[in-house]
Each structure stands twice: as structure tokens, then as C-alpha cells.
């Protein structure tokens, strides 16, 4: 009986600490969140501080969890073979800091530098431009296609660190804010990875888990990204109008040099070119090669550096490390979220709201998806609720694949909302703040917060008028 009273309160002692530590848990990223919306304090420094909080407080002083800790700052995951060769084993949803996304992030900025040295994003606004007669709505309707169809093939996040560079470019060279355009190439982006299965990490995850293909994603979740995309352009347009200067004098198009111009070094141009493509390539076909995004990123980076020669230091100074910074302080956090099962509370509150109400069902998992993707790494959040619509499907007879589309178009589309939602909407806006054009909450969400609502429902129409 003693035994049995000790059991009781050791197993209550430790409840107790659980909550506590969700409760702090919460706490620490409602903090982190508010830090980085009044932009008080550069949001590196806001993420890393909130992060190391996390580990020290919640896992070393309230859990006592060490091992917890080091899951989180998840270092070995680096030494495993899956991080750099995953042939068949999917995109890695484990808790904590993803290195493979920083590895990939760090690999891609190496070769965008290399690109903008070489002169590539020069020559490329330069003829871009040209070929528009310098109007700068063209250039941002042309830059929105762009920005769909590629990240239907490629990570988001290389679009954009490709285009906004671009994007700054031409708003120094025609004198107009780039800012309308870099918003809402960050918005493509996210729609147009939306479409297949490879477009965003969500998806993958979601794909290799229940066995859907890129051809399933294109029949289904990319029906309604190119719908949606059209309502996006004239939005777009309508909320861009007046502010975007229009250049369409034949005299103005005189002062500004030709494209080849831009070319310093047609070797350096050239091997620019070659790696570009080879990146794409690789990013289309990892799936098949089973080369993962940070096999992909630390080659790429590789190759541009050791291509580059004597300005292999300048390539790497340029790096932003500040973003990097950000982005592990945010999976920091992010993974004591999932920890202290704040994730599994939300979505165990969806299971048991919804019941057998499949329309009910379909509008929660997709608004609560959107909301808690705007605000958190939809990486995790996707993988925590893919047996919640397995067990959902099997209680409530609805079929597996309307809940899954449903949980792809939340998580991927939902993450366009705030500035932290996805990879895509930070990098964008972190090279927008390099040239000194910032964008701040306020100014983000004014855009793109009913833009992402309008598509929300529109996805949601679809799926009820399609499968129910």
C-alpha cells in the first residue's frame, strides 16, 4: 500500500510539471510572438533568446529533461546516414531544430550570392525590364507566374531568394518600392507549392506517409492552387495599382543600360547558369535520387565556392546569417511546443469537436491547420495530425484523401498569413530588410491576410462541391 501511495503522488508530482511546462511552454512562445511583432529587437536575437529559454527553463529546470534537450538541438541527426542519402524514407518530421532546412537554406543563399556576383540577377532584371518597356505592373504579374510555376517544382524558399534578389534589383535600377512585388511573390510561392507534392515540406510529408503521389497532388490540391491563382493575380493587381510606377516613355527606356552589360564575366556568368540548373534539377529529382535538401544545399554551396576562387570569403561573408540564427531559435521553440504536447492537445481537440460531421470535419481541420500554420512551423503540425485524419477517416467512414487535401491546402496556404508562417514569407522579407526596404507585421498582413482567407474558402468550396 505504501508502494502504491508513492505511485500516486510520483505519477501526480509529474502531471503537475507537465502542465507546467506546457503552460510555460506557451508562455515563452506567446512572449517570443509579441517580441517580434512590436520589432523592438532584431528577431534573431528575439528567437534565439526565446529558444535557449525554452531548453534551460521548461526541459532543464521544470522537466528536468536533458535528454529531451538534446533531442531538441537534435546535432546527431546531422551524423546520420538518412540526413544526407533518404531514398524511400521520406522528408525527416522529427521535433526540434531542423538542420536540413538550415543546411539547405545556408547552401542556397551561397549560390544566390555567386549568382548576384556574376552578374546574373542584373542581366536578368535588365532584360526583363526591357522586354516589359520598363511598366512595372508587367514585371509584377511576369514575376508572379514565375514564382508559381517554379515552386510547383522547387522549394519555395529558393524562389524566392532567387526573385527577391531580382525583385531588389529592378526596384533600384526603375526607382519604384519592391515591396508590393516581393509580398506577392511570397504568396505565389506558397500557392504554387501548394499544387504538387513536392512544392512544399507539408506535402511531402503527407504524400510519404499515406501513400499519395505527385500526380495525386496535381489532380487534387492543384485544381484549386491554379483557381485560386487567378483570383490572386487580380488581387494583386487591384491592391497594386496606384502604387507601382509605370515606365512607358520609349525616351525613359534610353537611360538604362543594356542587359550584356550586367555581364562582367561571361565564364563566371555562365558556370553562375550551369549551377543554377543543376540545382533545379537535383530539387525536381531528389525524391527519385534520394539526395535530401541538405545533401542538396551543402553541394550546391560547395560547387559555387570552389567555382569562385579567390571570392569564395567575400561569398560567404555576404551570407545571412542572421536568418539562419532565426530560423534555429524559431524549431527551437517549436519543438517545446511539440514536447510538451501542445500540437497533440490541438489536435485531439479537433477529433473530438468534429464527431461525424464530415462538412464540420473538413472546416475545422482546414481553418485550425491555416491558423496554427500562420503562427508555427507547419513541418511538425502536419505530421502530429496525420493520424488524426487516419483515425478520423476510419471513425466517420469519410475517405482518407479528402481529409489529407484538406490538411495540405490548411498547413501550405494558411502559412501565408503572418510573416513567421512559412520558410518562404522570412527569406523574402530578410532580403528586403538587407536593402533597406522593411516590412513589418502591420504592413504584411494588410496584404496578404485576406488574400489567404479568400483562397481558404475558395479551397473550402471546392472540396465540399468536388467530394461531398
Known sequence: MLCSVFYLLSNSESEGESVVAQILAVSIFVLMFILIVTDKI??????????????VVVFGICLHSGSTIWEIINLREIATGAFWYAKGEGESASAGINWATIFFIAGMMVMVEGMGHAGFFRWLCLRIAKMVKYRAIPILISFMVISF???????????????????????????????????????????????????????????????????????NTGVIAFISFFVTLFYFYMSFRKTLTQKANGEQEKKYPEPASAIQSKKAFSVSCVIFGLAVVLLVTHAMTGLTVATIGTGIAVITLLTAGKDAGMLLKKVDYKTLLFFTGLFMVVGGLEKTGILELIASAIESISGDDSRLMIAIILWISAMASAFVDNIPFAATMIPVIRSLAAASGIDLSILAWTLALGTDIGGSATPIGASANVVGIAIAAQNGHMIGWGKYCKHLVAITIVVLLIGMGVIYLRYL
Open 149 to 219: 510555376v517554379l515552386s510547383m517544382f522547387i522549394d519555395s524558399i529558393t524562389v524566392i531568394l532567387f526573385l527577391a534578389a531580382v525583385t531588389v534589383e529592378l526596384g533600384e535600377l526603375l526607382k519604384f518600392s519592391p515591396v508590393p512585388l516581393i509580398l506577392a511573390e511570397v504568396f505565389c510561392a506558397n500557392l504554387g507549392g501548394s499544387a504538387t507534392m513536392c512544392g512544399d515540406p507539408p506535402n511531402i510529408i503527407i504524400g510519404t506517409s499515406l501513400g499519395y503521389s505527385f500526380a495525386d497532388f496535381v489532380a
Open 42 to 55: 532584431e528577431r534573431h536575437l528575439v528567437s534565439m533568446g526565446c529558444g535557449i529559454l525554452m531548453m
